[in-house]
């Protein structure tokens, strides 16, 4: 039971890791602001419930758990209203928006 | 050590370089918004680290102040990006200059 | 709602002595007087919350569904040999049925944790859409958590 926990926390852990190094790998790799909000908006929500889950496993108390459970939450509510702040002042502020993608309709 | 303490160290190094990388591109960044981007990854990089660190370290206080930085984050992120539209707007001599979203 | 409030009041002291529970007992009194009063609460809108707690269970549950598919998307495109070739970026004005203000925050947020698009901004009831790819343009028209938060509405 005890080797169980460690390992289920190990591996959600591991895997949250990896889809951090691939979100600051994407970072790196897409050559546009709005290409590169994609990989941190959806990557980083997914990473920080995994790590916390992971956490949940290797913490045994249940006030730990609740707050673990209330960062996730407060981070999927801000996550996504930060990088769509991030994305409309890029594309109030961009003069030459339409070299980069393609604009039907704008704001 | 025990393993959950190794794992815990392990990941906390792999989470500082990851870190650094993002503070490449704040640095590098073209545009004022890379370097939001690069900044809103590290706070929330920077919160999962409070989390570890308490962790392995067996101290409740650290998921508190994990819980209030990222609120903090979020505000600052808010802030900068606000503060940015309403600049632009007044370069554009547009009548809406309070920054309302 | 004060049970909420003391709820979150106890997993933010994780233990439960007398103390605790005295204080915050006068603490909810205080701040659910001051959210009935002038913060536009209501018992009849609290009853609502709870009648819609199983079809938001379920509505989360989809949300980390489709939040994974995302990410296998983002990873796989990510690892690719040039991710720049692959994408064609697009800006696309999407029309919603979805009603309530509520609903349309939780709408744009969904939008932007499902596979390929990013909300830029939302405009009454056009949501302005950041889509990476053909096929994320595709998927936007049939969004099954916009269903979802469209039937609730009519169910309310």
Redesign the interface.
């Known amino acids: 039971m005890e080797l169980f926990r ?1 390992i289920a ?2 591996v959600l ?2 895997l ?2 990896f ?31 995994l ?2 889950f992971g ?1 949940m496993f ?2 045994a ?4 758990i ?3 459970l ?2 996730i939450i ?2 999927w ?18 003069e030459h ?1 339409e070299d ?8 | 050590m025990d393993m959950e303490s190794i794992i815990l160290i392990i990941a906390m190094m792999f989470l500082s370089v990851t870190i650094l990388f993002c503070l490449v591109r704040a640095i590098k960044g073209p545009r004022m918004t890379d370097r939001l981007v690069a900044v809103n990854m590290i706070s929330i990089k920077g919160i999962v680290l409070i989390l570890l660190l308490g962790e392995y370290l067996h101290d409740n206080q650290f998921l508190d102040i994990s819980l209030v930085y990222t609120l903090l984050s979020f505000l600052a992120v808010i802030c900068l990006a606000r503060n940015m539209l309403a600049k632009s707007d007044r370069g554009r001599g547009k009548e809406n200059t309070n920054g309302t979203v | 709602m004060p049970v909420l409030l003391f709820a979150l009041w106890l997993a933010f002291h994780e233990r439960v002595t007398l103390d605790v529970i005295i204080v915050g007992v006068i603490a909810v009194a205080l701040v659910s007087l001051f959210m009935y009063r002038f913060s536009g609460w209501s018992t009849k809108k609290d009853a609502q919350m709870v009648a819609r707690i199983p079809a938001a269970l379920v509505y989360v549950c989809r949300l980390v569904f489709e939040v994974c598919k995302a990410n296998i998307h983002m990873i796989a495109l990510v690892l690719s040999d040039d991710p720049n070739a692959k994408i064609q970026p697009k800006i696309v004005a999407h029309k919603t049925n979805v009603k309530t203000q509520g609903k349309r925050v939780a709408l744009a947020n969904s939008i932007t944790l499902t596979p390929g698009t990013v909300t830029v901004d939302v405009m009454g009831d056009v949501v302005f859409v950041h889509a990476i790819d053909e096929h994320a343009n595709a998927g936007l028209s049939d969004n099954p958590l916009e269903k979802m938060l469209e039937n609730m509405e009519r169910n309310a």
């Open positions: 460690i926390g190990t852990i591991v949250g890791l889809i951090f190094g691939v979100a600051t790998l994407g970072l790196f790799r897409f050559r546009y602001v709005l290409n590169r909000v994609h990989v941190a908006a959806k990557c980083d929500s997914l990473a920080v419930m790590i916390c956490l290797f913490s108390s249940i006030g730990t609740l707050k673990l209330l960062v407060l981070v509510l801000a996550n996504p209203v930060a990088n769509h702040l991030i994305c409309k002042v890029e594309v109030e502020t961009n928006l980069e993608c393609e604009v039907e309709g704008r704001p």
